[in-house]
């Protein structure tokens, strides 16, 4: 039990598109998920925080408006990377949980390539 | 705010023990977590403890010291597919993880 599915495991796109990527919780309900990425070795930093219905709580430093995040179930939240750029390039992965007190459960995570 | 810390590479060999430390200063705790990343993938859970002292687990065992803000990984008869970073996270309720920036451990024949 426990799965998140991340949809595309991996996309490549030009510069100022954007770019959507789906974070499912293929077997339980989750509250909340949470949006990570990860530069080539460095930890995950934590982007957002996604509670179904409500607005994303954002961290410092993150642009809401360039990583949109909608969680309207829930077993799905989406990250939209808007306008696109090299620097955005990354790995992004996304994490689910039932409650407050529960574990978070990890999606495979999305590698995001802007040319 | 939250400060995790823990050493940035370490190296062994193949059979040996190695001990991957993590400090952590958090305003609220609710346990610390363990995780396994392999390049270019997801993080994997390895351990969590939320009270005091050692978990074992197989070839990895856990500790905890909350009053010293402490834990350390102990992975033992190492293989080299060991080889990875290992990330020390702290939890506290309502919030995310916060992640460490990770120990890339190198195992070697």
């Known amino acids: 039990g426990a799965v998140v599915s991340q949809h595309p495991s991996w996309v490549i796109c030009k510069s100022g598109t954007s770019v959507k990527i789906e974070c499912r919780s293929l077997?339980?309900?989750?509250?909340?998920m949470f949006w990570y990425r990860q530069f080539p070795k460095q930890s995950l930093m934590l982007m957002a925080t996604?509670?179904?219905?409500?607005?994303?709580?954002?961290e410092q430093g993150v642009e809401k408006d360039k990583f949109l995040i909608n969680h309207a179930s829930l077993t799905l939240s989406t990250l939209t990377v808007t306008s696109a750029h090299p620097e955005d390039s990354s790995f992004y992965i996304c994490?689910?949980?039932?409650?407050?007190?529960?574990?978070?459960?990890f999606g495979p995570g999305t590698r995001l390539t802007v040319l | 705010g939250q400060n995790i810390d823990q050493p940035t590479e370490m190296t062994a060999t193949e059979g040996a023990i190695v001990q991957i430390n993590c400090t952590y200063q958090?305003?609220?705790?609710?346990?610390l977590f363990w995780y396994q990343q392999h390049a270019g993938e997801a993080p994997t859970f390895l351990s969590y403890?939320?009270?005091?002292g050692l978990e074992e687990k197989g070839r990895f065992s856990s500790f905890l010291s909350r009053s010293k803000g402490y834990s350390y990984l102990l992975l033992k008869e190492l293989q080299m597919k060991d080889s990875a970073s290992y990330l020390c996270?702290?939890?506290?309720?309502?919030?995310?993880?916060?992640f460490g920036k990770g120990t890339t451990l190198s195992v070697s024949s």
């Open positions: 994490s689910a949980r039932t409650g407050p007190y529960n574990e978070q459960f």
């Open positions: 077997d339980f309900q989750a509250t909340t």
């Open positions: 996604s509670n179904e219905g409500s607005k994303a709580t954002y």
């Open positions: 958090t305003s609220g705790f609710n346990g």
């Open positions: 403890n939320v009270l005091d």
């Open positions: 996270a702290v939890f506290q309720a309502g919030t995310a993880l916060i």
